[in-house]
């Protein structure tokens, strides 16, 4: 079936209303489709800390045809779902909640997890729920121009494209949402906010439910975990939980094992899985600094956010004994300690009234790039980034089906009459582009240099002369090379000459074509 050209065409009927009515020009650009659309792919990620390592589905969704709609829609739907009184946004928010909390005797920590939720969320129901949230939203006109009938449309539009390609064959998702796609988490975060608020906000058999997607921790009263279970699998036939109970008093939840003190108070330390290799980046590897500082700051501060009192001593301690063993020098390690503790005692930074700096990525390559990071700070206001380059276990185990690229870059047509020659560059598969001046020459098209030169001298192209001179999916690079192509021409059919370059590096580089 060719289900990426019934995306395509759904697609661009929205994007042809769209354009009549001036008011959502703006956020129609926001959404467009890209030059080069792709089929999404799938892989499976072992679970490797479940029980016969089982694979989880990821769709590959970058570059498909409702990809960047899907984003736009997902940024505005986090906003209106945000601040919702179960949700955790991280491991340290949840032990601030924690240290708020007191259980009585009695009382059961139990942990609940969705099976599948992403694939088996039902869309329908979801749909609706989101709508009754954009109208009761306030603020919906800050986030977006867009109408809520256009955004359910587009919303339906995403949910309805889920389709991928595995081994050349294209399958079509009929239920829930997949992961990989950026609305995934949001329609799920929708729907158990539902839940949520139609099973646990007065359910008095629960004293304390706190979720992070879909994992969620609960105390429950008088030991009732089995009845609240059955409470919560009872609200859509698609969606069950399964449950987990504690363990001498100790249950784990995302990095943090969380336990009973003596004075009803919650303790908690970090939480490694059985799988936990303790293997991070080497210091020695050939890595910027910046990056093996930011392990060790990162390791810290998790050590001493995460740990109650009664273990942050030892966390710190077996912290330092794992960096040691990945080769980070004692003396470094205490530095950045002693660092970190100092960042955690300031009062948070609001970042929001600072001017953002531009970024500048540069490969890593050793000294010279710190070299040159050093040199740019000094020239100019700008955060440094480093790309370390590839990691040997992309090199020697990617399992990811490989889709043929496009055939981006400068192309060159011969005139089949004259020695006239055509360059040109696209982003596109440059046959695409050919078949396009084909059609010019067809139609007798007046704005195509080719038709024009083909017309205006009844000459004809040459069919076995189209060729890929230069591959270069880099926009700025790909019309540079097309510049210096098009000026190293003796007989050409360009009327422009293309980005202008300066005279100095033209005739350097002229000699290396």
């Known amino acids: 079936m060719d289900t990426n050209h019934s995306s395509d065409q759904q697609s661009a009927n929205l994007k042809k209303e769209f354009v009549t009515r001036q008011d959502l020009h703006f956020e129609l650009e926001k959404t467009s489709i890209g030059k080069t659309p792709r089929s999404p792919i799938i892989y499976g990620a072992p679970k490797v800390h479940k029980k016969d390592i089982p694979l989880r589905p990821v769709v590959d969704y970058r570059n498909s045809p409702t990809y960047k709609l899907s984003k736009y829609l997902a940024n505005i739907l986090t906003k209106v779902a945000s601040k919702h009184e179960f949700s955790i946004k991280n491991s340290t928010e949840f032990v601030e909640e924690l240290k708020k909390t007191r259980s009585r005797p009695g009382d059961k920590k139990v942990s609940f997890d969705v099976t599948s939720l992403f694939t088996m969320v039902p869309i329908p129901e979801t749909l609706e729920y989101i709508k009754q949230r954009l109208e009761e939203y306030p603020d919906l006109k800050k986030l977006t121009s867009l109408p809520i009938n ?36 949001i329609i799920a975060e929708f729907f158990l906010q539902k839940l949520e608020l139609t099973k646990i906000k007065n359910n008095r058999l629960i004293y304390f439910w706190r979720r992070y997607v879909d994992d969620v921790l609960c105390i429950a009263r008088g030991r009732n975990q089995d009845k609240i279970l059955r409470d919560i699998n009872s609200f859509h036939p698609s969606i069950q939980f399964t449950v987990e109970e504690e363990i001498d008093g100790k249950i784990p939840f995302l990095d943090i094992t969380i336990y009973s003190k003596n004075d009803s108070s919650l303790g908690h330390y970090v939480y490694r899985k059985p799988t936990q290799t303790c293997q991070y980046l080497n210091f020695r590897s050939f890595h910027p600094r910046a990056h093996k500082i930011g392990v060790i700051d990162t390791l810290l501060t998790r ?80 955060d440094i980034g480093y790309f370390p380059g590839p990691k040997i276990g992309s090199i020697v185990c990617n399992a990811k089906q490989k889709l043929q690229k496009p055939r981006a870059g400068v192309y060159s047509i011969q005139c089949n009459s004259c020695p006239a020659v055509y360059i040109g560059e696209t982003e596109r598969d440059f046959m695409v582009r050919i078949a396009e001046h084909q059609n010019d020459i067809r139609r007798e098209s007046t704005t195509s240099p080719v038709a024009a030169h083909m017309i205006e001298n009844d000459h004809q192209l040459d069919p076995n002369s189209f060729k890929l001179v230069v591959p270069e999916n880099r926009k700025f690079f790909r019309k540079f090379k097309e510049a210096l192509h098009i000026k190293k021409l003796t007989s050409k059919i360009n009327i422009s000459s293309g980005v202008n370059i300066n005279p100095i590096w033209s005739s350097t580089l002229l000699n290396f074509l």
């Not at 390609?165 to 997949?178: D, I, L, S, V």
């Open 303 to 382: 050590a001493i956010r995460l740990s109650d009192d009664d273990h942050v001593k030892e966390e710190i301690e077996l912290t330092k004994i794992i960096l040691m063993k990945n080769e980070y020098p004692p003396s470094l390690i205490n530095d950045r300690l002693r660092r970190v503790k100092i960042k955690l005692l300031q009062p948070p930074n609001n970042k929001k009234d600072e001017e953002i700096k531009k970024r500048i990525i540069l490969p890593w390559a050793g000294d010279v790039t710190s070299k040159i990071a050093s040199y740019l700070r000094n020239k100019m206001d700008v």
């Open 150 to 185: 256009d955004i359910m449309s587009l919303l339906e539009l995403c949910t309805t494209s889920s389709y991928f390609q595995f081994q050349n064959q294209y399958y079509k998702q009929n239920y829930g949402t997949a992961m990989g796609s950026p609305l995934s988490p």
